[in-house]
């Protein structure tokens, strides 16, 4: 696409004239790009990136309105999708922000998503524009982009060419429930669906970070996890912005190491990260080197954080793991339990009841009320009706009330399992292995059937001293009763997990039949 064509044409113009007019006279008019970069000192750093680059909250409003010009001048228009393919960098924030700011929705992408997931996602979401590069932008990322949407893909250098001709656009008003973001679930059950986040989400986006977890002024916060995942999209990126912190961008896969090396080189107050890389980073002999950064308060969130995995982390670093419970449907993390042996409680601001009547220490599923409720999935009719339920969402996970205390995980429905006819807890098995296996990596536990086609359960785990771990993980299988004891120990280099982290059993099951 030649310079020439970066001007936004007169339709445009009155388009744009159209909304504002309607904006004047209604109140639901919104946009959520700009309400989360408005009141802020334009002085104050907003963005710290591994490279060396920052940008200040005046310098990221201002590059939002000229990337909103530019996605204009790409023919982008409202209600139009923008996949976001970066690494996570000041571009990557810009990029999406000024497709909401343009009115068009955001889509954030894994840089790595395999070829056959890309292919799926681009044939559900007919994207307008893909923007692409990598941090040398040498053209890989374009690779697994076939016809036609190699046409709608935009470099990244070519995008920063551009900008310097393009004017800052003014924010386009949006009805509050008109599409913004488009945030992908995990798809540990199956394909990914694509989760739809209306503008309204801006305007209550930052109460649970801020009543909740205590995120203050002058908070630098700094998310392991990638921003194509809606975990560290919302509470880094979205309530960062919202409450006008400083955020600290990694451009790197993460590891233990490079969690470890970017907490010591930029000193973020409040770390968000999930159970594994927590676990890897006590492994490694890196955990102390957290609190002594400056670190105040660690959360997670993604998967369960085993009781075990949070006491040997305040053991060796002095700071309790703030457990988070969310989903790319509710954007928050919706329950809360901050380590003082009550459980979950409810976020504020958000309403927690039960699917069901169930007696106290039963599982069962949740309805879950938030501002933030997504509007529901992108032509996925059945999985909404069964998601989405009279204005709460309802999660596949299971919790149990205790009495006089708050919700306990007790897994997902595919982790609760029968077993000669009496139900296993396969998520509660694996914490009694933990606790009773220390030297184990970590281990996971799944239900397949034996050669007769009678169900069992094997177990999956990581040790470095496969002998000494197996021997001990007998030793507590035996003391176990039959049902709940496993049939089968499988050593293996690493559980298979999801880009975000999530355990996958349904892979687990594969490797076992493969294993014979």
Request: hydrophobic residues 45%; charged residues 20%; neutral net charge.
């Amino acid at each position: 696409m030649s310079l020439s064509t970066l001007h936004p044409h007169r339709h445009s113009h009155r388009h744009q004239a159209a909304h504002a007019a309607v904006a004047d006279a209604d109140p639901r008019s919104m946009n959520a790009a700009a309400l989360l970069l408005e009141g802020h000192d334009a002085r104050h750093t907003a963005l710290v990136c591994h490279c060396g680059e920052s940008l200040d909250y005046g310098e990221l409003r201002e590059r939002v309105a000229r990337t909103a010009a530019c996605w204009r001048a790409h023919g982008v228009m409202p209600g139009d999708r923008v996949a976001v393919k970066l690494p996570d960098s000041a571009d990557w924030v810009v990029a999406f922000l000024g497709a909401i700011w343009c009115g068009a929705i955001a889509v954030g992408v894994n840089p790595q998503v395999p070829e056959p997931d890309w292919h799926y996602i681009l044939g559900e979401s007919d994207f307008k524009l893909i923007v692409a590069g990598g941090n040398d932008d040498d053209g890989a990322d374009d690779d697994g982009t076939p016809a036609p949407w190699r046409a709608r893909l935009l470099r990244r250098e070519q995008w920063r060419a551009e900008l310097a001709h393009c004017a800052p656009l003014p924010a386009m008003p949006m009805d509050e429930d008109a599409p913004a973001v488009w945030c992908h679930s995990s798809g540990t059950s199956g394909k990914p669906k694509a989760v739809v986040h209306a503008h309204r989400f801006a305007r209550r986006i930052e109460q649970v970070s801020s009543e909740g977890l205590g995120l203050r002024p002058g908070d630098r916060v700094f998310a392991s996890s990638r921003l194509f995942f809606s975990y560290p999209q919302t509470n880094s990126l979205f309530a960062g912005l919202k409450l006008g912190l400083t955020i600290i961008l990694d451009s790197q896969w993460p590891t233990a190491d490079s969690v470890a090396a970017t907490v010591a080189a930029q000193r973020p107050s409040v770390l968000f990260s999930v159970p594994s890389l927590y676990r890897n980073m006590l492994h490694a002999g890196l955990a102390p080197q957290i609190a002594a950064a400056g670190v105040r308060l660690c959360v997670s969130a993604g998967e369960a954080l085993p009781a075990s995995l949070r006491d040997t982390w305040r053991e060796q670093t002095g700071l309790t793991i703030v457990n988070g419970y969310g989903a790319s449907e509710t954007l928050v993390l919706a329950m809360i339990d901050h380590g003082q042996g009550a459980g979950f409680a409810p976020s504020p601001g958000v309403r927690i009841a039960a699917a069901c009547d169930v007696k106290d220490g039963q599982p069962t599923r949740l309805l879950i009320e938030a501002p933030t409720l997504a509007v529901g999935y992108f032509d996925r009719p059945q999985a909404q009706s069964e998601h989405f339920r009279g204005g709460a969402f309802c999660p596949a996970d299971l919790f149990a009330r205790e009495a006089g205390s708050g919700w306990r995980f007790a897994g997902r429905e595919d982790s609760l399992v029968k077993i000669r006819g009496r139900w296993v807890n396969l998520v509660e098995l694996e914490e009694r292995f933990a606790r009773h296996t220390p030297a184990m990596a970590e281990g996971a536990a799944v239900c397949v059937p034996d050669a007769d086609g009678v169900d069992a359960v094997a177990f999956f785990f990581v040790a470095s001293d496969s002998a000494a771990v197996q021997a001990s993980l007998r030793a507590a299988a035996d003391a176990l009763p039959p049902h709940q004891r496993p049939r089968w120990l499988h050593r293996v280099d690493a559980l298979p997990r999801t880009a975000t982290g999530k355990l996958l059993r349904r892979r687990l099951q594969q490797l076992h039949a493969e294993q014979g």
